[in-house]
């Protein structure tokens, strides 16, 4: 059997053993795997599959994750800073008190997924699909939606700024207060003067 961390590896229902060096798995699936405590450090994940199972207190630094595809995965207490997510599919995913900042996801479809009190800061989304997504409890910072489709993402119980893509806000659930904080950028958009 191929190891987990090698290119076209498969693991499956094993607690994964942190790596030593470098990690250079693409195209590897994970089944039902847990990984914890781990520093990832540009570590090339492009096109790996994960179902089911969780990393927990995991970070990782400018990680290559593209095409990758998760299912039923929960992120517990991870961080993502400068990772390539672009073209990702992400279905059933949960993430809790999880950090990402300056993660790609241009492109990806992210669908029935749950991020709880996180902070998302410069996150692109520019032209992805989301569905059924919720923020409850997160913070987001300078997010940019730049051709993104939204349908049902619930927004409500988060702090919401959006640097780029504002109009494509339409298919987002929001309430009064984030409307009203919203109002300033949603007016500039509009090209309304409020005096």
Known sequence: MVTAW????????????????????AGATFVDCRLAGAVLTDADLARTTWRGGGLTGV????????????????????????CEFYGAVLRGVTVRRGALDSV?????RLQDAVFEDCV?????????SLARVSFPGCRIERL????????????????????????????????????????????????????
């Open 59 to 82: 970070r990782i630094v400018g990680g290559g994750l593209a095409r990758s595809s998760w299912r039923d995965v929960v992120f517990e207490d991870c961080a993502l800073a400068g």
């Open 120 to 128: 998302l800061r410069d996150v692109d989304l520019g032209g992805a």
């Open 144 to 195: 940019d939606l730049t051709k993104a489709v939204l349908d049902e993402v619930d927004l409500r119980g988060a702090e919401v700024e959006v640097a780029r893509g504002i109009e494509r806000l339409a298919g987002a659930i929001v309430d009064t207060g984030q409307l009203m904080a919203l109002a300033p950028a949603l007016a500039a958009h509009l090209g309304l003067e409020v005096r």
């Open 104 to 108: 790609n996801l241009r492109g990806a």
């Open 6 to 25: 090698e290119p076209e590896g498969l693991a499956e229902g094993v607690v994964l053993e942190p790596p030593a060096g470098p990690v250079a798995a």
